[in-house]
C-alpha cells in the first residue's frame, strides 16, 4: 500500500515536468506513450500487491485453522486427562470394592477352616432324667400334644430343632464323658418338647431343672453351664418351666441358648428412640449371657428342600424374588410392610427383574417348587422382629432379603462367625414403604459378581451350620464358638476345668 502511494506521487510529478507548453504537439506522442507505460507498470503492481494480500488473507486463515486446532487439541487433551483420572477413580473403587469381597471371602474361609479344626471339649450330661427319652419320642412320633394353649402352636416345631441340636451335641467327637476335660456344660433338657409333650403341670422339666441346680457341678461353675436351650420366642421360663421365681433366681450367672436376645434389642430401641412393640421378658435379669441362634426347628427341617449354596445351583434359579404372605393382617404395625407389594400403585410386574413369584395363597406344592426355584427371598417384619423365613431361605440356597431394621439387634444369629452382610441383603424398612419396587432392583442392582459370590460362599458356611441334617454339618464347633466367646466376654476363664481345679 505504500508503495502505491509512492507511486501515484512519482506518476504526479512526472506528469508536472514534461507537461508540454501549449500548442506544442512535437512531445504529445511521447508523453501518451509514458503515460501508457506508468499505467502498465501501476497496474502490475497493483495486481503483485493484490496477490500478496490474499496471501496474507489466507496465511492469515491458516493461522487461524491452526490455532482454532491448538484449541480443540487442548480440549480434546484435558478431556483425555479427565476421562483417564475419572477412569483410574473407578476401576480403584471397583478394585477396593473387589478386594473388599475377596478378603471377605477369604475370612469366610478363614472361619471355615477354623470351625473344621475345632478342638473344643464340652460335657453333655448323661442322666435320663434330664435327657428325657420319653419326651424325645413323643415329638419325633408326632403325638398327640398336651399344650393346651391356642397361641403358640408353631413353637412345636422350634421343639423338634432343639432335639436334633440336643442329638448333634450328644454324637459328636468333641463330647468328652470326663467333666475335668470340659470347657464348658451342656444340659440336655429337650425344653420346648416337654412343655409340648410333657404333663400340663410341667412336672418333669420341674423336676429336671432341680436336679441341675441341686448338682454339685452347676454350684461349681454355674457360668460353663447352658442349662436350656429354649428358642420357643416368649415361652420361656417360669411357669413354662415348672419353675418358681426363686428357682428361677438360681440360675444367675449360668447361660442360655435362645431364639432372640431381647436385653439387646430392647437397648438398641431404646438407645435410637424407637416404639417398636418387641416383647420383652426378665430372661436378661438372670442369665449373664443369652446366645441368640435363632429359631431351631427351620435350619435343619427336612420338609424344605436343602440345596448346597453355590453359584451354578444359584443361576440355575429361574425366579429373581419369592414372597407370598396371607391376607389377613399382623401385629406390630407390620401389615403395612408385608402388604406393600399388594397396593393398586405397586404392581410386582414393575420389578425391572423378573420372572418373579410375589402374591398370596399359592397352593403348597407349587410354593414349595417356585421357592426352591428362586433366587432372593423376602424375609419380612411380621408379628416380631424374626422370621422363620430366614433360616428357611438359608436351607434352601436362596440369598435373603431382609426387611426388619431390628433383626441384626433381635436376634444376631451366630455373630462370632458371621454377620448378616456376608450372607444377606438388608433393606431399611423407611426405604421399602416407599418404593417396594425400586428399592429391591436397586439392591439387587448394586450387587457386583464378586458381591454374590461373597454372599453365596457365606451363605454356604451358615448352610452347614444350621442344617445338622446334612454331612460336613459345623453345627457342634459353630455352637462352641459362641459359647466359649461368651465366656471371654464374661470374664471366664475357657481352659478345661482339669486345668484350673
Same mark, same amino acid.
Given at each position: ?7 501515484s ?18 512531445r ?11 499505467? /502498465? ?7 503483485k500487491?493484490? /496477490?500478496?494480500?490474499?496471501?496474507l ?24 486427562i ?5 477412569h483410574r477413580?473407578?476401576?480403584?473403587t ?21 470351625? *473344621? ?20 419320642? /413323643? ?11 391356642? %397361641? ?10 432343639e432335639?436334633? %441340636?440336643?442329638?448333634?451335641?450328644e454324637?459328636h ?15 440336655p433338657?429337650?425344653v420346648?418338647?416337654?412343655m409340648?409333650w $410333657? ?10 431343672f432341680?436336679?441341675?441346680?441341686n ?25 413354662f ?8 433366681k ?13 436385653d439387646?434389642?430392647? /437397648? ?5 428412640n ?21 429359631? $431351631?426347628?427351620d ?11 453355590t453359584?451354578?445351583? %444359584?443361576n ?19 401389615t ?18 423378573q ?15 417356585t421357592?426352591?426355584?428362586?433366587k432372593?427371598?423376602l ?18 440356597g ?9 433383626l441384626?439387634?433381635?436376634q444376631p444369629l451366630?455373630?462370632?462367625?458371621l ?19 425400586g428399592s429391591?432392583d ?7 459378581p464378586?458381591?454374590i459370590?461373597?454372599?453365596? *460362599?457365606?451363605?454356604r458356611?451358615?448352610q452347614?451350620?444350621i ?9 457342634v ?18 481352659e ?6
Open positions: 500500500k505504500k508503495a502505491m502511494n509512492s507511486n506521487i512519482t506518476n504526479t510529478n512526472i506528469k508536472t515536468r514534461q507537461d508540454p507548453p501549449p500548442g506544442d504537439t512535437s504529445s506522442a511521447h508523453t501518451a506513450s509514458v503515460n501508457v507505460k506508468n499505467n /502498465k507498470e501501476s497496474n502490475e503492481l497493483k495486481f500487491l493484490n /496477490k500478496v494480500d490474499k496471501t488473507n489466507l496465511a492469515g486463515m491458516c493461522l487461524n485453522i491452526i490455532n482454532l486446532r491448538i484449541g480443540l487439541f487442548m480440549v480434546l487433551f484435558f478431556l483425555l479427565n476421562s483417564f483420572v475419572l477413580s473407578a476401576l480403584i471397583y478394585k477396593i470394592l473387589i478386594d473388599n469381597s475377596i478378603m471377605s471371602m477369604s475370612r469366610i474361609e478363614d472361619m471355615t477352616g477354623m470351625l *473344621e479344626t475345632s478342638s473344643i471339649q464340652y460335657y453333655v450330661y448323661n442322666n435320663e432324667s434330664l435327657s428325657l427319652p420319653h419326651i424325645r419320642a /413323643k415329638a419325633t412320633e408326632d403325638a398327640p400334644m398336651t399344650w393346651k394353649g391356642k %397361641w403358640g402352636r408353631r413353637f412345636a416345631h422350634y421343639g423338634l430343632g432335639i436334633r %441340636w440336643l442329638e448333634s451335641l454324637g467327637p468333641l463330647r468328652t464323658m470326663d467333666p475335668s476335660e470340659a470347657v464348658f456344660f451342656v444340659v433338657i429337650p420346648t418338647a416337654a409340648f $410333657g404333663s400340663t403341670n410341667k412336672k418333669e422339666l420341674g423336676n429336671a432341680e436336679a441341675i441346680l448338682g454339685a457341678l452347676f454350684q461349681k461353675y454355674p457360668e460353663r453351664h447352658v442349662v436350656a436351650i429354649s428358642t420357643s420366642e416368649k415361652a420361656f421360663g417360669w411357669s418351666w415348672g419353675l418358681s421365681n426363686k428357682e428361677m438360681q440360675f444367675d450367672g449360668a447361660m442360655v441358648v435362645r431364639d432372640s436376645d431381647r439387646r434389642v430392647d /437397648k438398641w430401641k431404646h438407645e435410637n424407637l416404639t417398636y412393640c418387641i416383647e420383652n421378658d426378665k430372661a436378661g435379669k438372670i442369665f449373664t449371657k443369652v446366645v441368640a441362634l435363632g429359631f $431351631g426347628g435350619g435343619s427341617n427336612s420338609h424344605y428342600a436343602y440345596q448346597a449354596a453359584l451354578e445351583n %444359584w440355575k434359579k429361574k425366579f429373581w424374588f419369592f414372597y407370598h404372605t396371607r391376607e389377613s393382617a399382623s401385629s406390630c404395625s407390620s403395612a410392610i408385608r402388604h406393600a407389594f399388594f397396593s393398586n400403585s405397586t404392581k410386582p410386574t414393575l420389578l425391572e427383574h420372572p418373579v413369584s410375589i402374591g398370596m395363597g399359592l397352593p403348597y406344592e407349587e410354593w414349595k417348587q421357592y426352591e426355584n428362586s432372593f427371598c424375609v419380612l417384619r411380621g408379628d416380631n422382629p424374626g422370621s422363620r423365613a430366614l433360616l428357611r431361605s438359608v436351607r434352601n436362596c440369598i435373603p432379603l431382609i426387611v426388619s431394621d431390628p441384626p439387634f433381635y451366630y455373630e462370632r462367625t454377620q448378616y452382610d456376608d450372607f444377606a441383603l438388608i433393606i431399611r424398612e423407611d426405604d421399602f414403604l416407599m418404593d417396594p419396587i429391591l436397586t439392591a439387587v442392582s448394586s450387587l457386583s464378586a458381591n459370590m461373597h454372599k453365596l *460362599e457365606g451363605l458356611l451358615l452347614r451350620i442344617a445338622v441334617d446334612q454331612p460336613g454339618s459345623l453345627f464347633q459353630a455352637f462352641s464358638r459362641e459359647i466359649v466367646e461368651a465366656m471371654k466376654e464374661n470374664g471366664v476363664a475357657t478345661k476345668v482339669g486345668a484350673i481345679l
